[in-house]
């Protein structure tokens, strides 16, 4: 497989799932003109121009299980320290276009029933980026042992996705770097009077654009990414990054400031200590109010808890694995959020958009051959005037073999109803009160995030 850095390539012959991409890619057919001849012998002398950077797999799933029955020795190189030399923020820029207008068979595989884009599907394809700017970010360019990149968690994203088809682009680049792990910006933006007919590529490297949220963001993620060694498990120290103006010093201590900030959430989070002195008063006031319907019956406007549920189970094929032949991580968001979206709109009856997903922590890794059981339930929801509502979905894995169970990750979902009104859900025990205060505290955070979000964006457009 080619990739693209230099020289631009008729995509037609080398289309694949996967984002595979050295600096800049058009994915989907594109208009081939004289000026985009190919000329392999233009980036000889640059190594980096003739790799490949991609979270999918680059062997086939059965030389995964030959090398497991024929229990290959390990390299000698693997407990080797690995080189390292200062890497630029813009060393590990990436780019691709998805020009849904100018090319009808890229549009097919995004579009759903309403003729909108499948945001699960754009998010599959941002965890695959963060990827690929990981690994060129790791790139020494020299021999050395094996190494894993995995996605630890993924910021809150605010979706502000249009509702007619657009011309998009996704970027990213690292935008801060620890001991073994790497902050990586990437987002989601509209292209106006995108014209696939001229040329968007050159002989020289594109001109690196920082990633921040302009007023054709869409989407703004976060993700977290740690490097491993591939056979030992062990931490791998990462490139150090060299800062080369205030704007990129700017958001190397915004990403900083953002990692600390979880940290500090994740200290009040509602599993390691009890609910605040009001939260303990929402849930009693909650309790009153279940003993009143219970003697004066249902109310309308409100529904419990536990009759949002929905389930779905998957068998993992080995399709859907990453280079670790672990299934990949944007495969089990989209899941996640399929499953959410079909549980908002069972409780509306009626179409409902996206606003949010918060912050996912993927705690354990999803083997081919298990089973994904993915649980999904309405959280919180105020009921009128407000139209918003929150929604969970916990993926739990049973290694049919082993006879284990246990959750990878937990979502948190933000949706909206786009006409209806939206009942008042309410928890009957404390597992579900303390969902429910849990879905509450994110509402909030989430109209601060969003606030500070619509803002940097209009700093962006002065």
């Known amino acids: ?56 797999p680059v062997t086939f799933w059965m030389d995964k299980v030959l090398e497991t029955e024929n229990k290959k ?30 090319s009808p068979d890229l549009l097919d595989k995004y579009v759903t029933a309403k003729g909108t884009i499948r945001i699960g599907k754009i998010l599959e394809d941002l965890d695959a980026l963060a990827g690929a700017i990981s690994y060129k970010h790791i790139d020494t360019f020299t021999p050395g042992p094996p190494v894993t990149i995995v996605t630890a968690s993924v910021d809150r994203m605010e979706i502000l996705m249009p509702s007619t088809v657009e011309d998009m682009k996704i970027s990213g680049h690292v935008a801060y770097v620890g001991s073994s792990s790497m902050e990586v910006f990437a987002k989601v933006e509209t292209i106006p009077r995108y014209d696939p007919s001229k040329p968007h590529f050159s002989e020289s490297n594109p001109e690196f654009s920082i990633t921040k949220p302009t007023p054709n963001t869409v989407i703004f993620a976060r993700f977290t990414m740690v490097a491993r060694n591939s056979i030992t498990g062990k931490a791998v120290k990462v490139n150090p990054m060299v800062l080369e103006n205030a704007e990129e010093k700017k958001l190397f201590m915004y990403a900083e400031d953002c990692k600390t900030r979880k940290r500090l959430a994740g200290e009040k989070d509602l599993s390691k200590i009890p609910p605040t002195a009001d939260e303990r008063l929402t849930i009693h006031d909650i309790y009153i109010k279940n003993l009143k319907d219970e003697e004066t019956g249902p109310n309308p406007n409100t529904v419990p808890m536990e009759s949002t549920c929905l389930q ?36 509306v009856k009626s179409q409902i958009s996206c606003l949010a997903l918060d912050e996912i922590v993927f705690k354990k890794p999803v083997s081919v051959g298990s089973l994904l059981n993915l649980s999904s339930k309405v959280i919180y929801s105020q009921g009128e005037p407000s139209k918003s509502f929150q929604v969970s979905v916990t993926a739990r894995v049973n290694n049919i073999e082993a006879g284990t169970s246990y959750v990878t990750n937990t979502f948190f979902f933000t949706f909206a109803s786009n006409d209806k009104a939206v009942p008042k859900v309410l ?36």
């Open 73 to 102: 020795s390990l390299t000698d190189n693997v407990f080797e320290d690995r080189p390292q030399i200062m890497k630029k923020m813009s060393d590990s820029y990436i780019e691709e276009l998805l020009p849904f207008k100018s």
């Open 427 to 462: 928890p009957k025990t404390y597992a579900e009160s303390i969902l429910y205060l849990e879905g509450k505290r994110r509402r909030e955070y989430g109209l601060k995030a969003k606030k500070s979000l619509l803002a940097l964006m209009q700093g962006s457009s002065e």
């Open 312 to 347: 779905s189970v998957f068998l993992m094929q080995p399709q859907n694995r990453n280079i670790q032949n672990n299934v990949f991580g944007g495969y089990l968001m989209r899941r996640a959020y399929e499953l959410a979206h079909s549980t908002g709109s069972m409780l």
């Open 1 to 56: 497989m080619l990739s693209l850095s230099r020289f631009r390539l008729p995509l037609v012959a080398i289309q694949r799932r996967s984002l595979t991409t050295n600096t800049k890619r058009v994915r989907g057919p594109q208009p081939i003109a004289s000026h985009e001849v190919i000329n392999l012998e233009l980036d000889i002398k640059n190594p980096e121009a003739k790799k490949v950077y991609t979270v999918r």
